[in-house]
Structure formats: C-alpha cells, structure tokens
C-alpha cells in the first residue's frame, strides 16, 4: 500500500514537470529558452515517471532503470547539438544581416542555411581540389584526368 502511494505520488511528481515543461516550450519568448525547458522535462519529469512506474510495477524496474541511463546520457548530446545548430543559423543570419542581404535577422526560419553555407564554402573547395591537382605527380595526373 505504502508503495503503490509513494509511485502514484511519483508518477504525478513527473507529471507535474512534464506539464509545465511542455507550458514552458509553448510560452518561452525564443529557441534557446524553451530548450532549456525541453531539457528540464526529459531530466525531472521522465525520471519522475519512471520512478514511479519502477514502484508501481517491481518487476521491470532493471528495463525502466536502463531506460533512465539511456535518457542521461543521451539528452545532453541532443540538446547540445540543438543549441549549437541554433547558435550557427544566428551567425548566418548576422553575416547576412551584414552583406546587405534582403533576410532580415529577425527572420531566422526565411534562411536556407544548407544554401548559404555551400555558396560560402564551394570557392573553398575549388581552391583545395586546384591545389591537390597541383601537388600530384605527373604520371598520376594522367591516370586521374582520364574518364
């Protein structure tokens, strides 16, 4: 009995972030700020619900404990790689902003970024596939020019 109230107490405990993470993704004014509240979510609310569940049902609680540690050590990685991908668009966007670009920086989601980087960089590339042409041997020149 005293188990089955502190799960049902558990369970409501993850519910009770789960709520008002999914409120704080829905209301934070930008990107950065409602990933921070994602993360709160998957860290308090999902280990509350798991909890939960493990005292509820004893018999999976190893199932649900691997489930916890996957969650751990994945949902940093994610949520770096989120914000790093964000903190990149708004460096795109500025140098836009700054190229006499019509995108406003306002206007992050009007960016094709995947266009703007390979514009960036394809004269880059150019310039490396030049050099490493110029560096081979003469008789390797000849076996790769050919079709």
């Given at each position: 009995?005293?188990?089955?109230?502190?799960?049902?107490?558990?369970?409501?405990?993850?519910?009770?972030?789960?709520?008002?993470?999914?409120?704080?993704?829905?209301?934070?004014?930008?990107?950065?700020?409602?990933?921070?509240?994602?993360?709160?979510?998957?860290?308090?609310?999902?280990?509350?619900?798991?909890?939960?569940?493990?005292?509820?049902?004893?018999?999976?609680?190893?199932?649900?404990?691997?489930?916890?540690l996957f969650v751990?050590?994945?949902?940093?990685?994610?949520?770096?790689?989120?914000?790093?991908?964000?903190?990149?668009?708004?460096?795109?966007?500025?140098?836009?902003?700054?190229s006499d670009s019509?995108?406003?920086?306002?206007?992050?989601?009007?960016?094709?970024?995947?266009?703007?980087?390979?514009?960036?960089?394809?004269?880059?590339?150019?310039?490396?596939?030049?050099?490493?042409?110029?560096?081979?041997?003469?008789?390797?020149?000849?076996?790769?020019?050919?079709?």
């Amino acid at each position: 009995m005293l188990l089955e109230l502190l799960g049902v107490a558990a369970l409501l405990f993850g519910l009770f972030f789960c709520a008002v993470g999914v409120l704080g993704v829905v209301r934070m004014p930008d990107s950065l700020t409602r990933l921070h509240a994602s993360g709160k979510v998957a860290t308090l609310g999902l280990f509350g619900l798991l909890t939960g569940a493990a005292l509820l049902m004893p018999s999976v609680w190893l199932r649900l404990l691997a489930l916890g540690l996957f969650v751990l050590l994945t949902s940093p990685v994610a949520t770096h790689a989120i914000a790093a991908s964000v903190h990149r668009r708004r460096e795109i966007v500025g140098e836009l902003a700054e190229s006499d670009s019509p995108v406003a920086p306002a206007d992050m989601t009007a960016v094709d970024v995947t266009a703007v980087l390979s514009r960036s960089r394809i004269q880059d590339i150019i310039e490396a596939q030049e050099r490493a042409r110029r560096h081979q041997r003469p008789d390797e020149r000849r076996t790769n020019d050919s079709p």
